[in-house]
């Protein structure tokens, strides 16, 4: 299993692809109001970054290195959204 298959993502909704990344110390379930309404217009995939949720701890030496590694799983054409760490 590659260290990006270990990234837990949770997806509702049908439209254009939206990508909700949770600040520090959280996970995805942080969006889970939010998603339920963006879900009749987007189709909203929700990460839980390394080491929080669902997902393992997985390596990564940057920033610029973890955001790479959540580029290759995401949808090419979407739309993020973050705060905090996530932003």
Request: aromatic content about 10%; hydrophobic content about 45%; glycine content about 10%.
């Amino acid at each position: 299993m590659s260290e990006v298959a270990k990234v837990h993502w949770q997806t509702e909704g049908q439209g254009p692809d939206l990508v909700l990344v949770h600040g520090w110390g959280m996970n995805g379930a942080v969006w889970s109001a939010c998603s339920r309404e963006l879900a009749k217009h987007f189709t909203v995939h929700t990460v839980d970054l390394p080491g929080y949720g669902l997902s393992h701890q997985v390596s990564y030496q940057s920033m610029p290195e973890l955001a790479d590694m959540l580029l290759e799983q995401a949808p090419e054409s979407a739309i993020w959204l973050g705060w905090s760490l996530g932003a």
